[in-house]
């Protein structure tokens, strides 16, 4: 995983990615999340191999934005069901110790 590469249109890929589209790869074919790696500062890294090629792209995901924060927050506060304000209502967040944080996309929305 440590020779993994960087893409060049990482916006449009994390769009499609929240969409829960499909990713074409910049060789053909389609990329395949392999993991997510959290990172210490709440962002994360997702892993994302190309179908045809084989080739691992690392693109980083960037950390919960303020307003996404207060999202989960109000949410919390109101009792509501906690989403990730990336996915939308498919994608829940779970509770790690005391960070809420997105299975999908590895950022840390919130603390319990
Ligand atoms: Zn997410």
Redesign the pocket.
């Known amino acids: 995983m440590a020779n993994a590469v960087q893409l060049d249109n990482e916006k449009q890929l994390l769009k499609q990615y929240?969409a829960g589209q499909q990713i074409e790869s910049p060789n053909g074919g389609f990329l395949i999340r392999l993991g997510i790696r959290p990172r210490e500062d709440g962002a994360a890294t997702a892993i994302f191999e190309c179908s045809v090629s084989w080739i691992r792209y690392a693109v980083v995901i960037r950390k919960a934005t303020r307003t996404e924060r207060k999202k989960v927050k109000d949410a919390l506060t109101a009792g509501e069901d906690l989403v990730?304000?990336?996915?939308g209502p498919s994608?829940r967040l779970v509770r790690k110790g005391k960070e809420l944080v997105?299975?999908?996309?590895?950022?840390v929305?919130g603390k319990v």
Not at 84 to 87: E, G, K, L, M, S
Not at 102 to 107: F, I
């Open positions: 929240y990730c304000p990336r996915h994608a997105c299975r999908d996309c590895g950022v929305y």
